[in-house]
């Protein structure tokens, strides 16, 4: 019987470097980047859920469910998806970073079918196009690999969900675009990809 597949939209960052919340921006007419998200998951995962920090109590879009930070000792995007994986421990997560504007539906479908063509459950990611190394916010994580997160970073405390894959058996396969997984933290960044399109 095939592991449900959920999808996680992280939102739950406090958007420092941006000012003002990520997820809100709009990039292609009227859609947020959320509502965007939400809806790119959709086809791929049988509910969808969006990372929110405790206290958030934000409109979802699309009928998207929120999960709520479960491990206050653990800090950004891994926070939200062990907290994904303590609510939903007997499935397997496609987590996605509230950021890509880039992002096309094609690119969750090349993941979703290379997540299904292994034999056994191992993440799949994409490998950036800057430094070669694993892109961990559009990226597939089995319920068992999670769960073997989940103890190591109990008990060693790491918080990087890069470091967690590079010390990993996963498949790392090449971007459609290279731009796809380009994501904008400052306001600069969110000027100069408005002045592109």
Known sequence: MKTPLLGLVLAGGKSSRM?????????????TQLERSVRLLQPFCEEVFVSLSQGDERKLPF???????????????????????????????????????????????????????????IPVCYRSHNNGL???????????????????????????????????????IDPIDSHSLDNINTPEEYLAFCERK
């Open 63 to 121: 009928k998207a469910s929120p999960l709520y930070d479960s491990l206050p000792k653990i800090r950004g995007p891994l926070c939200g998806i062990l907290s994904a994986h303590l609510e939903e421990p007997n499935s397997d997560w496609l987590i996605l970073a509230c950021d890509l504007p880039n992002l096309e539906e094609s690119s969750l479908s090349k993941l979703v079918e290379t997540f299904y063509k292994n034999t056994h459950p």
């Open 19 to 31: 000012g003002r919340d990520k997820a809100e921006l709009r990039y292609h007419d009227a859609e």
């Open 134 to 172: 694993p892109e961990p916010l559009c990226t597939i994580y089995p319920a068992s690999v999670c769960e073997s997160f989940l103890q190591e970073v109990q008990a060693k405390g790491t918080s990087s969900p890069r470091d967690l894959l590079k010390n990993t058996k996963i498949a790392m």
